[in-house]
């Protein structure tokens, strides 16, 4: 059974960057699509990008243009490069197929504060 360990997460101020990795203990490649996801504290989880084998793309509105997504199948790894972040991109971010179909991961805090 895959096992998700997220990884990259931080304090940073408004404006800053981070990389985030998400390493499958088994083969990604036979998920047709990845993402990220992110729960806020008090908020319902929610999806933050997606990408497909092929690779389709697509991104949560509020994030497009300064998030990007990546995979590599043959390291079994997710990514996604944050940028230009904001106060209200602070969550525990995750990432599991999309639609989610592997045990969750522990997640990774992302801290955007002053």
């Known amino acids: 059974q895959v096992q998700l360990v997220e990884s990259g997460g931080g304090l940073v101020q408004p404006g800053g960057s981070l990389s985030l990795s998400c390493a499958a203990s088994?083969?990604?490649?036979?998920?047709?699509?990845m993402a990220w996801y992110r729960q806020a504290p008090g908020k319902q989880r929610e999806l933050v990008a997606s990408?497909?084998?092929?690779?389709?793309?697509s991104y949560l509105d509020s994030v497009k243009g300064r998030f990007t997504i990546s995979r590599d199948n043959s390291k079994n790894t997710v990514y996604l490069q944050m940028n230009n972040l904001k106060p209200e991109d602070t969550a525990v971010y995750y990432c599991?197929?999309?639609?989610?179909?592997?045990?969750w991961g522990q997640g990774t805090q992302v801290t955007v504060s002053s």
């Open positions: 599991n197929a999309d639609p989610p179909s592997i045990r």
């Open positions: 088994g083969s990604i490649f036979g998920f047709y699509a």
């Open positions: 990408i497909t084998r092929d690779p389709s793309i």
